[in-house]
């Protein structure tokens, strides 16, 4: 499994309702993706987000990365929204969980 970690801060926070809407977008590209398996988001102090996106490989996270429509949204980002963000791609080495309502 590849975990995507995206963590943006924004250029000024007026532009939040914007980064929604392009955030929203490339969330549906991912979905529609094959390979992709989830996407989660936690908001942080100062106004800091992290994505969280999973892929079962390399693949499915090439082929989203590499679609026209998330460059686009991605160029657009970097220009009028973003005032910084960092990725971090990462492979799961070894998983464990636990779920106490589990049967």
Do not use: K
């Not at 979905?31 to 100062?46: C, N």
Request: charge should be negative; proline fraction near 2%; glycine fraction near 8%.
């Amino acid at each position: 499994m590849i975990i995507l970690l995206f963590s943006t801060t924004l250029r000024d926070e007026a532009l939040r309702s914007e980064y929604q809407v392009m955030n929203a977008r490339t969330c549906a590209l991912a979905e529609a993706t094959p390979g992709f398996v989830s996407w989660t988001e936690y908001a942080g102090d100062g106004g800091e987000t992290l994505g969280i996106i999973e892929w079962e490989s390399e693949e499915g996270l090439r082929l989203w990365r590499d679609a026209p429509e998330h460059a686009e949204v991605h160029r657009s980002g970097q220009e009028a929204v973003y005032g910084r963000y960092r990725v971090r791609i990462c492979q799961v080495i070894r998983e464990s969980s636990f779920d106490s309502t589990a049967s």
